[in-house]
């Protein structure tokens, strides 16, 4: 019998059989109490299976989205409240898989399933609190819609969200409820969005829904295909009616209502134009390309320049790795240009195939979240953006997002100390001085009561100009992918000297900007196009420093 035609066969007496009932129970290993989380389930043929509550106050949320739909690429879940959830099953073996945001260990339990009715307890152990050190966490990409978010927040551990609630992708349409992109296939089954207001919405004392948000993601100029990429608005007051482009005055509108640009991915092909004209606030050092499942977007517009040794999986395929390090050579040169930007991440859950706040980044507020101290370290910096290790370092006692000044420019030592803690004992910490490794921690780690593996290390740099200081840990996973953590910047300025880019990366930008006029010539109008002259105008104003070095 040829191997399609065993398959076929059991997969005829499979549904022949009857379906037993499977229910679960999550709870925290700890205190017992119920736990809200996410839970896959997976059958012998790698069927992904959806699970429903079985509590009569209890709620599910299946998530199967994937826009872009890529061959071996998926992301199917269930977020189920803190109530039993039940499945019926055909007799087999099952896995079954638990997790719960970044700060518990997930849980992976097989289950065999004959005719007796299956009850199951998950218990979730916490590895680690960030609240308890004053760390709240946020993620500034966000499509699920407003209503899914209290149960989603509370699964994930994801204590502020920024959901897109107006979205434009055309130069001729103002950000909507219910823009072209939500009319085509299934994307309408949600009916448009709501518009829930500026103010504040809180699920509870740790999590908080930023409500007003706003994408302008252009994709066409007037009637033709012409990308030029997305840029958000993040907690606005107002309703955005302008259309874009041009951005300049949208931007400055939004910095006026008190909110923050986040300039979404490096590689659309206006985003080093956003840089100096529309004076962007966040870069997203893992954004929406970032999944639990497998890296799909290998290819972009904007492909990275030999000079930033990115890895590649062939010719013009990045790997995973490679697009994330393509993404920091980005921003290490805007920082070297003198840019001060600070580090936020994003998933577009709801649009891509990953879970809400799989990519995120924690803010030091203090004992207690209110929005104001968390928009106020977002914007200084006083964070770090995680995929999963955890990361808390300070430079001569500080946290990042400082300026450490001095009047004079001489050879100055900064001392740095880290502690990064990790789900596994494979992680590697690296010290960025001005975009370049100076030093690579060798880790000596201990596994702390609760099961994490912990580093602990004092180290020191030394500038003699201006530059900025960061901190990295990249943990390595069982199949070989990584996870990583990356402070935001301190900022050292001697002598009220600027920093100065590598001639390589200045070029780049110049390069890259004359490209775009080109590109942009007989399609933007001439306001639109006057913007990326400004770009490279002031890319070539940053360019004299760096002659006259």
């Known amino acids: 019998m040829s191997r399609f035609a065993l398959v076929c066969c059991l997969i005829q007496m499979t ?9 679960g129970v999550i709870d925290d290993a700890e205190t017992g109490r119920p736990l809200v989380a996410r839970v896959y389930l997976i059958d012998e043929m790698g069927q992904e299976l959806f699970v429903e509550s079985a509590g009569e106050n209890g709620s599910a949320i299946v998530y199967q989205e994937q826009w872009v739909p890529m061959p071996g690429i998926s992301e199917k879940h269930t977020t189920v409240s803190a109530h039993p959830f039940r499945a ?34 998950i218990r979730l152990k916490r590895w680690i609190n960030l609240a308890e050190r004053g760390w709240y966490c ?17 699964a994930e551990g994801l204590n502020v969200g920024f959901p897109v609630s107006y979205w434009t992708t055309s130069s ?3 950000p909507s409820l219910n823009p072209a992109i939500l009319q085509r296939g299934n994307r309408s089954r949600f009916g448009p969005r709501q518009d829930h207001g500026a103010e504040p919405v809180w699920i509870d004392r ?45 931007a400055r509108q939004a910095h006026e209502e008190g909110a923050l640009l986040d300039l979404d991915k490096h590689s659309w092909p206006w985003s080093m134009m956003l840089v100096p004209v529309a004076k962007i606030d966040l870069f997203e050092l893992s954004n929406n390309h970032v999944w639990r499942t497998k890296f ?32 920091w050579e980005v921003y290490y040169t805007l920082l070297n240009c003198g840019f001060h930007i600070a580090p936020t991440a994003g998933t577009a859950s709801g649009v891509h195939p990953v879970p809400l706040g799989y990519s995120r980044v924690y803010v030091h507020t203090g004992e207690q979240l209110s929005v104001d101290s968390f928009m106020d370290g977002l914007q200084q910096g006083r964070s770090f953006v995680t995929t999963g290790p955890m990361l808390f370092v300070t430079v001569e006692n500080t946290q990042s997002g400082t300026v450490l000044k001095s009047e004079k420019q001489k050879k100055q030592t900064f001392e740095i100390d880290v502690q990064s803690l990790s789900q596994r004992q494979s992680v590697t910490m690296q010290v ?22 912990k580093i602990d290390a004092t180290t020191t740099v030394t500038l003699d100009d201006s530059g900025w200081i960061a901190v990295r840990s990249i943990g390595k996973q069982p199949d070989g992918r990584k996870r990583f953590a990356h402070t935001a910047p301190w900022y050292v300025e001697m002598a009220g000297r600027p920093v100065t880019p590598r001639q390589e990366q200045i070029e780049w930008l110049i390069e890259l900007m004359e490209e775009q006029i080109e590109r942009n010539r007989d399609v933007l109008s001439p306001e639109a196009l006057a913007e990326f002259e400004q770009a490279l105008k002031a890319y070539q104003k940053i360019q004299e420093r760096v002659v006259g070095k």
Request: aromatic fraction near 10%.
């Open 88 to 121: 019926d099953l055909k007799p087999g073996t099952y896995r079954l898989i638990v997790e719960k945001g970044k700060e518990y260990f997930p849980a992976e339990i097989m289950l065999t399933i004959e005719e007796k009715p299956v009850e199951q307890t």
């Open 432 to 453: 960025i001085v001005n975009g370049q490794v100076v030093e690579t921690i060798d880790p000596h780690p201990i596994q702390t009561d609760d099961g994490a593996w």
């Open 296 to 327: 799909g977007f290998k290819s972009q517009q904007i492909m990275p320049a030999d000079w930033m040794n990115v890895e590649m999986e062939s010719p013009g395929q990045m790997t995973e790795w490679g697009w994330l390090n393509y993404g």
């Open 15 to 23: 549904s022949s059989l009857s379906a037993t009932e499977f229910q």
């Open 172 to 174: 001729v349409e103002a």
């Open 206 to 250: 740790d999590h908080v829904i930023l409500p007003r948000n706003t994408e302008y993601e252009i994709f066409n100029i007037g009637e033709k295909r012409h990308t030029q990429g997305a840029i958000f608005l993040l907690n606005h007051q107002s309703v955005f009616t302008d259309k874009a482009p041009p951005i300049a005055d949208i």
């Open 138 to 154: 946020g993620e500034t990409h966000i499509h699920r819609r407003f209503e899914e978010l209290p149960l989603l927040m509370q």
